[in-house]
C-alpha cells in the first residue's frame, strides 16, 4: 500500500510534461486578469477546473497502475492456486482441496478447472458424503471438465478426466447410456495418452475399460448389440496388457492398478500371479478413501 500511495504522489511533485508548470503558476498567484472585477468567480471556476482535470489525471493514473499489478497478481494468483491445489491433493485433503478450488469455478484456466473436476469427484468418492451431494458433485465434474476441454483441446488431463467424469454420470442414468458413452470415453483416454503417454493412470483406465467390456454379462452386450452395429468387446488379455503398461510406466503408482493386476489374473486362471499382485494391493500403504477401499 505505501509504494502505491508513493506512486500516486508522484504526478503531484514531478509529473509528466506540461503538468508542472500550470501547476506552479497558480501557487504564484495565478493567470494574468484574476485581479480584475469579476475575476474572483472566473478565479473559483478556473481552480475547480484544474482540481476536476488533476483529479481526473490522477484517476486515469491510479486506473492503469492498479490494473497492472491485477493483471500481474491475477497471473501469480493462478500459479499460486494450481501449487496450493497439488499440495492439498497429495497430502490427501480432498475437501480443503475441493473449497479451494470452487472459489475459482468459473475460470477460463484449464488447469484450475480439471483439477476442480478432479477434486469434486473426489469429494463425491467420500463415504461422508451423502447421496444427493454426491449425484450433485458428480454432474459438477463433468462440467467442470467438460469446460475445460472447451479452454484448450489439447490438455491431456482434461481429456482424461473428462472421460472419467461420463462414466460416473452413466451410474445415475442407466446402464444404456453408460455403454452409449464407452467408445465416446475410451477416444479420450486415447486422446489423453496421445498427447501424454507417460500418463499411467489413464493407460490404467483404458485397462479397466477392457476389463469392464471382458466380463460383461450377457444382458449388457444384447443392450450394446442394439446401440452398435459392432459392439465394443475386449478381452481379459487385452486388460492385463494395459496394467502391466502402467506399472512400467510408473511402478507401484497406484492400489488399483495392483488390485486389478491381481482380478485379470484371477480371470485367466493364474492363481500365482493373482496372488502377488493381490499381496501388493493389501500392502500398500493407504492415503486416500479409494486405497482403503482397495
Known amino acids: 500500500m505505501a509504494a502505491l500511495v508513493s506512486a500516486l504522489a508522484r504526478p503531484f511533485r514531478r509529473g509528466p510534461a506540461g503538468l508542472g508548470t ?5 501557487a504564484m498567484g495565478g493567470p494574468r486578469g484574476w485581479g480584475r472585477p469579476g475575476s474572483e468567480v472566473l478565479r473559483k471556476s478556473f481552480q475547480r477546473g484544474v482540481v476536476l482535470s488533476t483529479g481526473s489525471f490522477l484517476l486515469y493514473e491510479a486506473h492503469k497502475l492498479i490494473s497492472g499489478f491485477a493483471e500481474v497478481h491475477a497471473s501469480f494468483k493462478v500459479e499460486d492456486v494450481i501449487e496450493q491445489a497439488d499440495y492439498l491433493y497429495g497430502s490427501g485433503e480432498t475437501e480443503k482441496l475441493y473449497q479451494l478450488l470452487v472459489q475459482h469455478k ?18 463425491a468418492q467420500l463415504g461422508s458424503t451423502s447421496a444427493e451431494e454426491k449425484r450433485q458433485l458428480t454432474y459438477d465434474s463433468l462440467e467442470y471438465a467438460k469446460k475445460a476441454l472447451e ?35 475410451k477416444e479420450h483416454f486415447e486422446r489423453a495418452i496421445e498427447l501424454n503417454p507417460k500418463d499411467a493412470t489413464t493407460i490404467h ?3 479397466i475399460w477392457c476389463y469392464s467390456f471382458a466380463e460383461m454379462p450377457w444382458y449388457q452386450r444384447k443392450i450394446a448389440a442394439t446401440l452398435f452395429a459392432t459392439p465394443p468387446t475386449s478381452t481379459f488379455q487385452e486388460a492385463l496388457r494395459y496394467f ?3 506399472e512400467e510406466v ?3 503408482f497406484y492400489s488399483k492398478n495392483l488390485l486389478f493386476l491381481g ?10 500371479m493373482a496372488l502377488l499382485w493381490l499381496s501388493k494391493a493389501k500392502e500398500y500403504p493407504a492415503q486416500t478413501e479409494e486405497d482403503k477401499q482397495v
Open 205 to 207: 483406465l483404458i485397462g
Open 250 to 252: 510408473d511402478p507401484n
Open 263 to 272: 482380478k485379470t489374473y484371477l480371470k485367466l486362471n493364474n492363481k500365482k
Open 22 to 26: 500550470p501547476l506552479r503558476r497558480e
Open 244 to 246: 502391466h503398461m502402467a
Open 151 to 185: 479452454k484448450n483441446e489439447s490438455n491431456s488431463a482434461a481429456h482424461k478426466w473428462y472421460g472419467i467424469c461420463l462414466s460416473d454420470v452413466g451410474d445415475y442414468e442407466g446402464i444404456k447410456t453408460k455403454i452409449g458413452n464407452a467408445i465416446v470415453i
Open 106 to 123: 468459473n475460470s477460463d484456466d484449464v488447469e484450475l478447472l480439471w483439477r476442480l473436476a478432479r477434486s469434486s469427484r473426489d469429494l
